[in-house]
């Protein structure tokens, strides 16, 4: 079982910044990736962005393609997804995921069993 755990989110004003962080036990092979994904409210939880541990390579859903960055830290087992000019409907609860198997990364993060999940972290942007 592979070891997956957000960071505590937090609340911030609209247009602004919040970077989450993710510790995971994934192995530094070139089939594994980690991602984020948002549950927000009266939505079917949305897969946001991964990176794959060993070539560094990112994907993007396009609704957060320019404001969010996911990176890494190969050192730590650490990811990060760094959130820029944020709005209300950012608000959700933000999980982390990391390929199960060798074959976990073919699939989206929608199809979640393919994935170790963590418990999820609040994220609240509000005036």
């Known amino acids: 079982q592979v070891y997956v755990e957000e960071s505590v989110g937090g609340s911030v004003l609209p247009g602004g910044s919040l970077t989450l962080s993710c510790r995971h036990s994934a192995a530094y092979s070139s089939y594994n990736c980690v991602g984020w994904a948002r549950q927000t409210p009266g939505k079917e939880r949305e897969g946001l962005a991964r990176i794959w541990i060993a070539s560094n390579s990112t994907v993007y859903a396009v609704s957060v393609q320019e404001r969010f960055t996911i990176s890494q830290d190969i050192y730590r087992n650490m990811v990060y997804l760094r959130m820029d000019d944020l709005t209300p409907e950012d608000t959700g609860l933000y999980f982390c995921?990391?390929?199960?198997?060798?074959?976990?990364?073919?699939?989206?993060?929608?199809?979640?069993?393919?994935?170790?999940w963590g418990q999820g972290t609040q994220v609240t942007v509000s005036s």
């Open positions: 995921a990391a390929s199960r198997t060798r074959r976990s990364c073919h699939y989206s993060l929608s199809q979640s069993d393919h994935y170790s």
